[in-house]
């Protein structure tokens, strides 16, 4: 029993992070902060794993070695094992004692926020779309019904996340950051990320939030600086300087009775 429990930790234990069977189902983590979140993964389906085999082994011994015999008469009634019952009541207790702890240290590592970065976003979640503030340069996105949001973001530079809701709940989730954080009506969230990897990825809200949730996605460009600020550039040349307040898009009309769409700021 001690033997197979070794082998299972020993295979998981030994599977590079850089593979799907490794991450357990994880994606590649693409920020400085992804491997803390994915070795607490990896440690919590160890343990998980660990205290599988274990149960199993004793059911199976208990199984075995108490099974009933040819000839033999009802097993001796026992009221209750003092042993025992101390046994798991502590031991569960050390466990879930183990797991709080772990899991403190790593959201402090994951919620550390430095207010004397420089590069930062405001995120607003409104139904069912988003919107993106980059508060340092003085410009803005967002996305419509028929084409997701896009966020750009520097590579290698640490950028402040500002969440906030001008409705209900939503959730910014970017699955490759390996963290999400919920966006709540009248409470400014914050954090911060670093990502290391250039690429696109995708993010989407993690929060059922009505009708169009579904429908609630965006695109993670990380690029280069110089790719970050030609872009910034260009978001100003079409008059998107400033900032939203809700990014929705609205109905508009005139006196002639022609209708459009604009963004409300």
């Given at each position: 029993?001690?033997?197979?429990?070794?082998?299972?930790?020993?295979?998981?234990?030994?599977?590079?992070?850089?593979?799907?069977?490794?991450?357990?189902?994880?994606?590649?983590?693409?920020?400085?902060?992804?491997?803390?979140?994915?070795?607490?993964?990896?440690?919590?389906?160890?343990?998980?794993?660990?205290?599988?085999?274990?149960?199993?082994?004793?059911?199976?011994?208990?199984?075995?070695?108490?099974?009933?015999?040819?000839n033999e008469g009802a097993p001796i009634q026992t009221r209750y094992n003092l042993p025992i019952e101390i046994a798991y009541t502590i031991v569960p207790t050390i466990m879930i004692a183990a797991l709080f702890a772990f899991?403190?240290?790593?959201?402090?590592?994951?919620?550390?926020?430095?207010?004397?970065?420089?590069?930062?976003?405001?995120?607003?979640?409104?139904?069912?779309?988003?919107?993106?503030?980059?508060?340092?340069?003085?410009?803005?996105?967002?996305?419509?019904?028929?084409?997701?949001?896009?966020?750009?973001?520097?590579?290698?530079?640490?950028?402040?996340?500002?969440?906030?809701?001008?409705?209900?709940?939503?959730?910014?989730?970017?699955?490759?950051?390996?963290?999400?954080?919920?966006?709540?009506?009248?409470?400014?969230?914050?954090?911060?990320?670093?990502?290391?990897?250039?690429?696109?990825?995708?993010?989407?809200?993690?929060?059922?939030?009505?009708?169009?949730?579904?429908?609630?996605?965006?695109?993670?460009?990380?690029?280069?600086?110089?790719?970050?600020?030609?872009?910034?550039?260009?978001?100003?040349?079409?008059?998107?300087?400033?900032?939203?307040?809700?990014?929705?898009?609205?109905?508009?009309?005139?006196?002639?009775?022609?209708?459009?769409?604009?963004?409300?700021?």
């Amino acid at each position: 029993m001690a033997a197979g429990a070794g082998a299972v930790l020993l295979v998981i234990s030994g599977c590079s992070q850089d593979t799907e069977l490794g991450r357990l189902g994880y994606p590649a983590p693409i920020t400085e902060t992804g491997p803390t979140s994915l070795q607490f993964w990896q440690g919590s389906w160890i343990a998980a794993f660990g205290v599988g085999v274990l149960t199993w082994g004793l059911i199976i011994w208990a199984v075995v070695a108490y099974r009933r015999r040819k000839n033999e008469g009802a097993p001796i009634q026992t009221r209750y094992n003092l042993p025992i019952e101390i046994a798991y009541t502590i031991v569960p207790t050390i466990m879930i004692a183990a797991l709080f702890a772990f899991s403190m240290r790593d959201q402090a590592e994951l919620t550390k926020v430095n207010l004397n970065n420089p590069n930062t976003v405001g995120v607003i979640g409104f139904k069912w779309n988003w919107g993106f503030n980059y508060l340092t340069d003085d410009a803005y996105e967002t996305g419509t019904p028929n084409a997701p949001a896009e966020l750009w973001l520097p590579v290698g530079e640490a950028t402040t996340f500002k969440l906030t809701s001008p409705d209900v709940i939503h959730s910014f989730w970017v699955p490759s950051f390996l963290f999400k954080m919920d966006v709540i009506p009248g409470r400014e969230n914050v954090f911060q990320i670093t990502p290391n990897k250039i690429g696109v990825y995708t993010g989407k809200c993690a929060e059922l939030c009505g009708a169009y949730h579904s429908q609630m996605l965006f695109w993670v460009h990380v690029v280069s600086k110089a790719d970050y600020q030609a872009h910034i550039a260009d978001l100003k040349a079409h008059g998107q300087s400033g900032t939203l307040q809700t990014g929705r898009i609205v109905t508009t009309g005139n006196a002639g009775g022609n209708t459009g769409q604009q963004i409300e700021k």
